[in-house]
C-alpha cells in the first residue's frame, strides 16, 4: 500500500466549476501536509500547507483530518491556469517528504 | 537567484555506462534530496542528505550513490545504468519543510 494514495483522475471541469480532491495517507507519525502543483513536464511547486484548522488562500482551501488521516484541497471557480497535476505531500522527520503519485486537473472553457 | 540548478536536462544512456547528474542550491538549505519520478508512482525517495556530510538511503536506492560534496551540492551517481533507471530525476532543496526542485533530468537508459 502507499503511504499516501490519492485518486490519479483526470478530473475534467469547466471553468467556474468548483472541484475538490482527496489524498489519504497511512503514517500516523506524520508532521506536516501540503499540497503541490506540478504541470506538464516541470518540476512540483508549494501550492499551500495544510493545517489542522484548515486554511484558505484565494480560491484555494486545505482541510486537514488526523484521526481518519485525510487531507483535502477544495479549488472554487477553477481557471483553465489551474489545469496541472496536484500532489498530496506528508513530512515526518528530517524533512523527508512522501509524495502521492497526483490528481490530474483539466479546465476545459 | 539561481535556486535549484540541474544538469543535465536530458541524457541518454546505454545499459551498463555510467553517469553523474549534477545538483546544486545557492539558498544555503541543509538538506537536500534525490527524487525518480515514473507514471502512475508519483515521486519517489532515492537518497537524502540532512546536512553537510550526511547521507541515506530513501525508498529507492538501489543502483545509486550519492556524494554530498559540500553545502551547496549533492550528486547522484549510476554506476552501471539499467532500462529500470528510465525516469525523470528531480533534485530538492528543503528547508523548513517546504522542497525546491530543480528542473529534472530526463534520463533515459537504452
Known amino acids: 500500500r502507499k503511504e499516501v494514495e490519492q485518486d490519479p483522475g483526470p478530473f475534467n471541469v469547466p471553468e467556474g466549476a468548483t472541484v475538490a480532491f482527496n489524498c489519504t495517507y497511512s503514517?500516523?507519525?506524520?508532521?506536516?501536509f501540503f499540497w503541490y502543483r506540478q504541470d506538464c513536464r516541470k518540476e512540483p511547486k508549494l501550492l499551500m500547507s495544510?493545517?489542522?484548522s484548515g486554511n484558505e488562500d484565494g480560491r484555494f482551501t486545505a482541510q486537514l483530518n488526523r484521526a481518519s488521516q485525510y487531507i483535502s484541497l477544495l479549488i472554487r471557480d477553477s481557471k483553465l491556469s489551474d489545469s496541472a497535476t496536484y500532489l498530496c505531500v506528508t513530512a515526518g522527520g528530517y524533512n523527508k517528504l512522501i509524495f502521492g503519485a497526483g490528481t490530474r486537473l483539466a479546465v476545459h472553457p | 537567484n539561481a535556486g535549484v540548478t540541474q544538469t543535465p536536462k536530458f541524457q541518454v544512456l546505454k545499459t551498463g555506462q555510467s553517469m553523474t547528474l549534477q545538483c546544486a542550491q545557492d539558498m544555503n538549505h541543509n538538506s537536500m534530496y534525490w527524487y525518480r519520478q515514473d507514471p502512475g508512482m508519483g515521486l519517489r525517495l532515492i537518497y537524502y542528505?540532512?546536512?553537510?556530510?550526511?547521507?541515506d538511503k530513501g525508498e529507492v536506492p538501489n543502483g545509486y550513490n550519492v556524494s554530498r560534496l559540500n553545502k551547496r551540492e549533492f550528486s547522484l551517481r549510476l554506476e552501471s545504468a539499467a532500462p529500470s533507471q528510465t525516469s525523470v530525476y528531480f533534485c530538492a532543496s528543503i528547508m523548513n519543510t517546504e522542497a525546491f526542485f530543480g528542473q529534472g533530468t530526463r534520463l533515459t537508459v537504452v
Open positions: 542528505s540532512a546536512s553537510e556530510g550526511t547521507t
Open positions: 503514517n500516523s507519525a506524520s508532521q506536516s
Open positions: 495544510v493545517y489542522s
